[in-house]
């Protein structure tokens, strides 16, 4: 399983390696190599309908891997500003410092046009998703930005992060 929150062991040369410590090393090599933990993000300003939402996260210790993506089916949606929730609260210095996060956002326009971008925190746990403009600058996704959404087309976002 992907999701470790014990402490890393201080083992010292000439150290005697303990049964606990044995554990602790060998739970953090699990969640090092697992390929992830699926976790339901909330969404705003998204609908799913007959989409597909993959949502995976690895947590070892206070450190979060994180990917996302939502694709859409006929009867999907996107609205302004849409979000989604991580699957760990941030440690607190993310929002009081400022809304940039780090993580990365691909959108495709299936067959037509892709966007880079990047996520924000609009709150807590919960973020944005932006993406770089002609200007360039970075705008909020929204229903006709950077195009009409339709089915195919999809969102994906990943990164890093410290929990609290």
Known sequence: MGDWTGT?????????VTGDDWQNITD????????GTPWVPTLTNLTLGDGTQTAKYRRVGKWVD???????????A?????????PA??????VATN???????????TGVAERQG?????SGSTLGITFWNATPALAAVTATAPWTWATGDYM?????????
């Open 8 to 16: 890393v062991p201080t083992i010292l040369a000439g150290d005697v």
């Open 28 to 35: 953090e090599l699990t969640a090092l190599a697992d390929d």
């Open 66 to 76: 994180w990917y996302w993506q939502f694709l859409l089916g006929s009867t999907s």
């Open 78 to 86: 996107v609205g302004t500003s849409p979000t989604f929730t991580l």
């Open 89 to 94: 609260a941030p440690a607190s210095f993310y």
């Open 99 to 109: 809304p940039a996060f780090p993580g990365s956002v691909h959108l495709l326009d």
């Open 118 to 122: 990047t996520v924000k925190i609009s």
């Open 156 to 164: 994906t976002a990943w990164g890093t992060y410290l929990t609290t």
